[in-house]
């Protein structure tokens, strides 16, 4: 006989993993205990060593669907084990290193329960399990037991106690357990105040009522896991119109949601890995090509395809050749959609650019201009998450916006960041994420958007003091991005000085590059890659914006080998909401400006130009007044789509008209590279630096829309134009320079086109590609790369 102590560390609170652990003592005939603690579960054990091996054994094999065992550690247990049978003991606080895991979405079994008449979860709307449910969205504290969750607020009736403790069921010490006897209730309202009546329309309970309402073009908000969302049916243009003027939100594409993939199908092309994501307990929004495409877009043959008849509203996706698809995550999603054979807007509910809502006053004072009717109900929400975005690039997963479903699951650190010390990373100005260091792994916040706005900023404040405190982490010390203005900055440095805690600055596309190098698990003391950095702008190390970087790179430093040459923006930051200035400032760069009112008076473009205060743009030029000079590679995107007619006058959300220009591209010329005559950029030193001239370019362009070209193919020429040079830039570098792998980072190469093109020739060049899959690759993987490389330096230290 033996008696050991089990220490298990990784995802193993609140998914079932102590029922487990129990069900599987008992199978091999062990006696003993298991509890959670701070640092995740101990099992204290006795048996046969025949038995113990068995029992490690099938722990690993039968782990449960939500967990993940980072670290199994035997020790001899030198204490007495007075117990005759195994149990499951109170949870015992201590230092905190265990994990909490994300939402996760409604399971099979309790999909199945809740449109099951004979269930006593029939049409129960909160019903969950250790297989699905909220984590995050519910949690002030670990272990993560009831007590430390909104659901203390309910006390479980003797049905749901009984199953709380009975080892053989899935609900065994599920900590949201409840039923409509002992839990959280959903309701109706108007948003005038007047009162909800059956006679209204016709409806099984309040739940199943916002199927009609949405049937009959109104708006809802929805109060779910960690958020509210205002709904619609998207196939109604009427209603989709009438929430984008109410919600403010003009040409930004709505996600939708749709009751199952035949509905989707409908719609869009699904492979088997968009599937996959679809129906993961992570649950998120997927980007999918659509069908009704022309016949150069489409993958299958659709011969025998019958369109259906109601169609996706125009108004869901303006510009766009995708659509964000989801598939309820909730059981209150599933009731709502049970007969709903067409897909529905499910949008985050807030004004544009404020955080989601997420209680019952709130919503109601901020949306009640905006919904028809409220679906609330009386669980608090406690952390808001948004849901995560993700895409399907070369079969490989794409994160745009990490949250519901993947945060905060811990990322692992690369060899060599074994023993570092503990980090925190304050992240970017927009789409911003923190990230704490520890244990060689790291954890990202959900994405907590753009912290110019008032209530995103506090919500970052919010959070971070929650993360802290949940995960006892203790910096040693703080990493921030060199910009001085950025609001995460200045936090970061207060934080400093008031903690005398030392702070590292990291400059933006460093942090990039060092982010996909450790999501690719690079070791630390690998060589250095040659960074590929893309983006709208970043501060660059001589105090000017950058934003098109080929840097030599490793953890601890760069050196910045090829840029894109650096052009005005005019107007500062209003080049980034008016593409034309771009375009102007370019034509000004090249010296044609003046030949294009004679030689292209015709063009659109140049009309479009000469009705704006040119003079007056020249002298602010001329002098460098509010004109800074960038090397920003999503500024040239915006100068291109602008000059062919994409959105010129202003973008309504950031790379609006990048990701327009991407929709459009022609992909019969995508696909015949070698039929186009592609635009030349030139090559020139300035400063010791190579850097890509773009002012070659704009003449031939000017010439294409001039012989009216078409969009489509001018869009795909400069895809193909700018992935080519991108590729000979990195054969000069690579003859100069020692690299065997090449990191594709920043918002521009969130292009799935350009991602495609270079990556594709990069690989016929034997070049081993680095991209992102784990993080997003725009600045909501940013605090990964600062916390990383500053811990490098402190252990170079």
């Known amino acids: 006989m033996a008696t050991e102590a089990i220490r298990v560390r990784g995802t193993v609170q609140g998914v079932g993993f102590r029922p487990t652990v129990c069900r599987l003592a008992k199978a091999c005939g062990l006696r003993g205990d298991v509890c959670n603690d701070g640092q995740g579960v101990l099992i204290r054990v006795s048996g046969s060593e025949a038995a113990l091996t068995e029992f490690v054994f099938r722990l690993h094999q039968e782990c449960p669907p939500l967990a993940k065992i980072n670290e199994l550690i035997r020790t001899p247990y030198e204490g007495e084990l007075n117990i005759d049978d195994f149990v499951i003991s109170h949870s015992v606080s201590g230092t905190v290193r265990t994990e909490i895991a994300p939402d996760a979405a409604t399971c099979l079994q309790c999909q199945r329960e809740i449109f099951d008449p004979f269930s006593r979860f029939y049409r129960y ?69 007047k009162p909800v009546t059956a006679s209204m329309f016709s409806m099984l309970d309040d739940v199943d009522a916002v199927c009609t309402l949405l049937q009959k073009g109104e708006i809802v908000a929805i109060k779910g896991i960690g958020g509210i969302h205002l709904a619609c049916d998207a196939t109604q243009e009427a209603a989709v119109q009438k929430l984008r003027q109410r919600k403010r939100r003009y040409d930004k594409p709505f996600a939708l949601m749709a009751r199952d993939i035949a509905v989707i199908e409908e719609y869009c092309f699904v492979n088997v890995r968009e599937r996959e994501l679809l129906t993961s307990p992570a649950a998120p929004i997927v980007l999918l090509e659509t069908r009704n495409q022309d016949a150069g877009r489409k993958r299958d043959k659709l011969e025998n395809y019958a369109p259906t008849i109601l169609c996706i509203a125009p108004s869901v996706a303006p510009g766009q050749n995708t ?14 959609l049970k007969r709903m054979n067409r897909p529905i807007v499910f949008t ?115 959070t971070l003091n929650l993360y802290l405190n949940l995960f006892a982490h203790q910096p040693q010390a703080i990493a921030i991005d060199l910009h001085p203005e950025y609001l995460s900055s200045k936090l970061g440095k207060e934080l400093a000085a008031a903690n005398q805690i030392p702070l590292q600055l990291i400059q933006h596309h460093h942090a990039h590059i060092a982010a996909c190098m450790a999501e ?20 660059g190390t001589d105090g000017k914006l950058w934003g098109g970087e080929f840097l030599l790179a490793d953890y601890r430093q760069f050196k910045r080998l090829a840029t894109f040459k650096p052009v005005a923006m005019i107007g500062g930051t209003q080049a980034i909401r008016q593409p034309w200035r771009n375009t102007y400032a370019h034509l000004l760069n090249a010296n044609l400006w003046d030949n294009c009112q004679q030689k292209y008076s015709e063009l659109e473009i140049i009309k479009f130009l000469q009705r704006k205060p040119t003079d007056l743009l020249n002298q602010l030029v ?40 991407e929709a459009i591209a022609d992909i019969y010329t995508l696909n015949n590279p070698k039929e186009t ?121």
């Open 677 to 797: 005559a592609i635009y030349p950029f030139h090559f020139t030193f300035s400063d010791n630096i190579y850097c890509i001239d773009s002012r070659p370019i704009w003449q031939l362009l000017l010439d294409d829309l001039q012989q009216q070209t078409p969009q489509s193919v001018i869009a795909a020429k400069f895809h193909l134009s700018l992935a080519n040079v991108i590729v000979e830039t990195v054969k000069y570098l690579s003859q100069q320079n020692l690299f065997n792998q090449v990191v594709l980072t920043g918002g521009v190469f969130q292009n799935k086109i350009l991602l495609q093109l270079v990556t594709k020739q990069l690989q016929n060049l034997e070049i081993n590609v680095l991209t992102h899959s784990l993080v997003p690759t725009n600045d909501g993987g940013l605090s990964l790369g600062q916390a990383i490389i500053t811990a490098a330096r402190l252990l170079k230290e």
């Open 323 to 336: 659509l964000g698809f989801m598939l309820p995550y909730a059981p209150l999603h599933h009731l709502i």
């Open 622 to 661: 001329e002098k460098g007044i509010n004109t800074p000079l960038a090397s920003s590679v999503g500024r040239l995107f915006d100068a291109v789509a602008a000059a062919i007619g994409i959105c010129p006058e202003e973008c309504s959300y950031e790379g609006q008209a990048a990701i327009a220009l």
């Open 348 to 462: 985050s509910g807030n004004l544009s650019e404020e955080p989601q809502c997420i209680n019952n006053d709130e919503a109601k004072e901020k949306l009640g201009h905006i919904a028809d009717y409220f679906l609330l109900h009386n669980r608090e929400i406690v952390n808001r998450v948004d849901d995560s975005i993700v895409r399907v690039v070369n079969d490989k997963i794409q994160i745009i916006r990490r949250a519901r479903g993947y945060a905060p699951a811990p990322i692992k650190l690369p060899a060599g960041f074994d023993n570092i010390s503990q980090v925190l990373a304050m992240g970017s100005e927009l789409k911003n994420t923190f990230c704490l260091l520890r244990d060689n792994e790291a954890i990202l916040s959900q994405h907590l958007g753009d912290l110019e706005n008032v209530s995103a900023f506090n919500t970052y404040q919010d």
């Open 125 to 193: 709307p909160f019903t969950n399990c250790t297989h699905c449910g909220p984590r995050l969205s519910i949690i002030r504290a670990i272990p993560y037991d009831r007590c430390n969750t909104s659901m203390s607020a309910f006390v479980m009736c003797p049905e749901c106690e009984k199953e709380y403790h009975d080892i053989e069921n899935r609900r065994f010490h599920a900590q949201p357990v409840a039923c409509h006897t002992c839990g959280p209730e959903a309701w109706l309202e108007r948003a005038d105040g």
């Open 520 to 539: 690719n698990s690079v070791p630390l003391d690998s060589s250095p890659v040659l960074g590929i950095a893309g983006d709208g702008l970043g501060y």
